[in-house]
């Protein structure tokens, strides 16, 4: 874990980027008080499935052709 002011941070930002896509976890101080952590994002998987709309039942056939009184007023 490594600490840079903000100074620092805002002219190394590339510098500091690239090591925190390795994994090195940095603390941005101000005035030697630490205000922010920076560390690298987890990678979600797009094909997890969500536990909240795993439990989703569809109680109809969205492709069942809709009724006649089902369609409304077109214009």
């Given at each position: 874990m490594k600490t840079?002011?903000?100074h620092e941070?805002?002219?190394?930002?590339s510098r500091i980027l690239q090591e925190v896509?390795?994994?090195?976890v940095y603390i941005i101080s101000r005035n030697g008080v630490p205000v922010a952590e920076l560390r690298k994002r987890d990678e979600k998987k797009r094909t997890?499935?969500?536990?909240?709309?795993?439990?989703?039942?569809?109680?109809y056939d969205p492709t069942e052709d809709l009724?006649?009184?089902e369609w409304g007023e077109i214009d």
């Open positions: 840079v002011n903000t941070a805002k002219t190394q930002l896509s390795e994994g090195e997890t499935v969500d536990p909240v709309l795993s439990r989703t039942v569809l109680n009724a006649h009184d």
